[in-house]
């Protein structure tokens, strides 16, 4: 497990998931700040949450595979993708990087700006079971689109994953983003009670080191649970229902445990699986020299 450690490539993949979660934050909270000349809407935030996770998953997939997520690194983990030390360096990573964007976003920002920096909460009297619920779902169809668009065992056309991934995550928000820091501004303007306009369900995390992150810099962890527990339930019902059910890897169960304990990888796991197949065929009888047949 500990030649991980040593590795340059792993301490590159955990700086790149540090980053990419910062610039995510930064951007993806930026799009929700509360600009009196222009207010944003629910399109405006659910892009910029997909603009930004596309940006990044092309900017660093190739170096750490571009989680920038808690629950897509624990769903990984659960479908024999990164060893147990790789995840937790990357969780540590997503969630000290989200804070941080969060908070560099917070000092930029005036403070009748800000708001509640587009903080997640249970909104329109949805009940904790509800949103915990509503959560896992979001992040179930997330995690399996980004299994499903970076299997490198597909023959098909898939695209580009970024692309894919993107569109994911604005899909989410489309249906879970909440504009609680628009109600106040919307309640002045047409001298309506603020609850009028608590619409949807918890803001749409899907993203638990996005969720911490706000609460962090805001002080404010009401139902923080909610934004953990459902996430990390979806992204792992999602890698069981990929990884185990719809398209199992040839992996055996010791395999799968090295991957789990982090061994040193003497080779590719799927170059194993050719060089068997090979090595089958060339002791089958039907490949064998035509002089040694007649001798057999």
């Known amino acids: 497990?500990?030649?991980?450690?040593?590795?340059?490539?792993?301490?590159?993949?955990?700086?790149?998931?540090?980053?990419?979660t910062l610039i995510f934050i930064f951007f993806g909270l930026g799009s929700s700040l509360n600009w009196p000349a222009a207010p944003p809407n629910v399109l405006q935030i659910s892009l910029a949450f997909g603009l930004a996770i596309a940006t990044m998953v092309q900017a660093v997939g190739h170096i750490s595979g571009a989680h920038i997520n808690p629950a897509v690194?624990?769903?990984c983990l659960v479908?024999?993708?990164?060893s147990f030390l790789r995840a937790v360096f990357y969780v540590v990573a997503q969630v000290v990087g989200?804070?941080?964007?969060?908070?560099?976003?917070?000092?930029?920002?005036?403070p009748h700006v800000r708001g509640s920096l587009a903080i997640n909460r249970?909104?329109?009297?949805?009940?904790?079971?509800q949103a915990v619920t509503m959560e896992m779902f979001l992040t179930f169809q997330l995690v399996l689109c980004i299994f499903a668009s970076t299997d490198d065992r597909r023959s098909d056309t898939v695209g580009t994953p970024a692309l894919s991934i993107g569109f994911s995550v604005t899909l989410g928000h489309l249906l879970g983003h909440d504009h609680a820091h628009l109600n106040v501004i919307f309640a002045h303007a047409n001298k309506m009670h603020p609850s009028v306009f608590q619409i949807y369900h918890t803001g749409c995390s899907m993203n638990p080191a996005r969720s911490f992150a706000?609460?962090?810099?805001?002080?404010?962890?009401d139902s923080q649970w909610v934004f953990w527990l459902g996430p990390m339930v979806g992204a792992v019902v999602a890698s069981l229902i990929y990884n185990y059910a719809l398209f199992p890897h040839a992996k055996t169960l010791s395999e799968r445990l090295a991957v789990f304990k982090g061994y040193e990888?003497?080779?590719?796991?799927e170059e194993r699986e050719v060089r068997r197949r090979q090595s089958m065929e060339l002791h089958s009888p039907q490949t064998l020299p035509r002089g040694v047949m007649e001798k057999v």
Do not use: C, K, Y
């Open 98 to 110: 989200a804070v941080t964007g969060a908070a560099i976003l917070h000092q930029l920002t005036p």
């Open 122 to 129: 249970v909104h329109n009297n949805t009940t904790s079971g």
């Open 73 to 75: 690194t624990v769903a």
């Open 79 to 82: 479908g024999s993708h990164v």
């Open 214 to 221: 706000a609460a962090v810099v805001m002080g404010d962890f």
């Open 1 to 20: 497990m500990m030649w991980e450690l040593r590795s340059v490539a792993f301490t590159r993949a955990v700086l790149a998931e540090f980053l990419a």
């Open 265 to 269: 990888p003497e080779e590719d796991w």
